[in-house]
C-alpha cells in the first residue's frame, strides 16, 4: 500500500512542492471481535491503529505534518507529548532529515515510547510537569522560535489523521453507526468527524455516525463538562491529560453528531484490556478506554442491540509491557525437564 500522502492526496493539503513522505503509515486493519460483539449485542470492530509504523495513529497526522514543515524550508520540529506523539514525530523527523525535539513528563511515558524517540534519535527532555504544562512550553518555544510544532494543533495533523475515518467507510462501504475512541488531547476525536463530513459531502458515504469520546475518570474535563482538570491522573499515560487543546472541536462533533463523552476508572480501562486481548489483539491501555465505556454503557442499558460500533485501538500494547505485567505474576521458572514442565502446569 502506497502511504497516506499517495492514497488520499485529494483531500490533504498536498502540492507538488510537498515531499511524498511516508512510512507506508494507514491501511490498518478492521479486526471484528466475535466474543465482545455477543457479550455486547453490538456487531464490533476494531480500528488496529496500532499497526502503524510507530505504532500509533499518531502517524497519520504526522506524516503531513512533517512533510509540510519540511516543504516550509523547517530544519527542526517540536512537540510535547504523553510518548506516541514522540514517537512519531521522531520517526518522521528522522525521515525527512529535520531535528527533532520532544518534551515528555518525567516520568509519565510507557518505557517502549521512549525508547522510540531515543531511537529515532530525537533530543528529549523530559519535564518536571504533566503534558499540559509541556504542550504549553513547547507552544511558546515555536512561536519564538523558528521551530515547527507538530502537536495537533497544528492543523496538518488533523488533516492527516482524517484519513482514519476514511479508511473505515472504504472497508465497511458505509460509515459505523457509532464510533468509539479515546480523548485526550482531543485532536483525534476532531480529526474523524472532519474526515467523515468531507467524505460525506464528497458523495462518499450516506449516514453520519454518531461520535463516543471516553475519558479516563481521573483526567475527563469534557466528559465531566469542565474546561480543565488541573492534576490528570490515570495508568492510561497516553490520555494523561487536564486541558485538551481540542475541546472545541470535540464538543462541536460530539454535539453535532448526537453522540457523548463519558468517562471509565482505571480498573474498567484494564478489564477492558485484557477482553481486548482474548480477542487476540493487543492494545495499550488507554486504547482499551473505547471498550471499557461500550461495557458501561451495555451495563447501564444505554447500548441499542444490533448496531455496527467500531471502536479506534489508537496504540500498540507493545509500548507498555509494564501495564500487562503489573496486572499478573511473571512466570516462575522450573527445571528444563518434562516432569517438571507438566507439574507445573497442573
Ligand atoms: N490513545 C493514545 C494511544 C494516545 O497516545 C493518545 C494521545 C490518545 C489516545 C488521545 O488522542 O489526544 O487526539 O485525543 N496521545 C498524545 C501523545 C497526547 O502525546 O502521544 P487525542
Known amino acids: 500500500m502506497p502511504g497516506l500522502l499517495e492514497r488520499y492526496r485529494p483531500y490533504l493539503p498536498v502540492t507538488p512542492q510537498t515531499p511524498l513522505l511516508s512510512l507506508s503509515e494507514g491501511s490498518t486493519p478492521l479486526i471484528h471481535a466475535p466474543r465482545l460483539s455477543e457479550h455486547l449485542g453490538v456487531e464490533l470492530h476494531l480500528k488496529y491503529e496500532g499497526l502503524n509504523p510507530t505504532g500509533s495513529f499518531k502517524d497519520r497526522g504526522m506524516v503531513v505534518a512533517v512533510a509540510k514543515a519540511a ?16 514517537a512519531a514525530a521522531a520517526a518522521y523527523a528522522s525521515r525527512a532529515g529535520l531535528r527533532c525535539i520532544v518534551l515528555i513528563p518525567d516520568g509519565n511515558i510507557a518505557l517502549g515510547k521512549l525508547a522510540q524517540a531515543v531511537a529515532y534519535g530525537a533530543q528529549i527532555v523530559a519535564v518536571r510537569g504533566n503534558f499540559d504544562e509541556a504542550l504549553h512550553l513547547v507552544r511558546e ?13 497544528n492543523p496538518h495533523r488533523l488533516q492527516g489523521q482524517k484519513t482514519a475515518a476514511f479508511e473505515l467507510v472504504d472497508e465497511l462501504g458505509a460509515a459505523p453507526d457509532i464510533l468509539a475512541l479515546p480523548v485526550g488531547n482531543a485532536g483525534n476525536i476532531s480529526a474523524y468527524w472532519m474526515g467523515f463530513r468531507e467524505y460525506l459531502s464528497a458523495g462518499q458515504m450516506e449516514t453520519l455516525p454518531r461520535m463516543w469520546g471516553f475519558q479516563a475518570s481521573g483526567a475527563a474535563p469534557l466528559a465531566r463538562g469542565l474546561d480543565r482538570v488541573e492534576q490528570p491522573e490515570t495508568l492510561a499515560t497516553a490520555i494523561r ?11 462541536a462533533a460530539v454535539q453535532e453528531s448526537g453522540g457523548l463523552f463519558d468517562h471509565v476508572s482505571d480498573d ?7 477482553l481486548v486481548a482474548r480477542e487476540g489483539v493487543f492494545c495499550e491501555p488507554a486504547s482499551a478506554a473505547p471498550v471499557a465505556g461500550l461495557l458501561k454503557l451495555h451495563a447501564e442499558g444505554r447500548l441499542s ?16 509491557p509494564g501495564s500487562a505485567m503489573r496486572a499478573v505474576q511473571a512466570p516462575a521458572a522450573v527445571d528444563a525437564t518434562m516432569n517438571a514442565v507438566l507439574a507445573s502446569l497442573a
Open 71 to 86: 516543504e516550509a524550508g523547517a530544519d527542526t520540529v517540536i512537540c510535547a507529548s504523553t510518548g506516541n506523539t514522540s
Open 141 to 153: 518555544i515555536s512561536e519564538q522560535r523558528p521551530i515547527a510544532l507538530v502537536n495537533s494543533v
Open 241 to 251: 491529560i487536564g486541558a485538551p487543546a481540542s475541546a472545541h472541536l470535540a464538543r
Open 268 to 274: 474498567e480501562i484494564m478489564a477492558a484490556y485484557h
Open 305 to 320: 442491540p444490533g448496531q455496527r460500533v467500531v471502536a479506534v485501538l489508537t496504540g500498540n500494547g507493545l509500548k507498555d
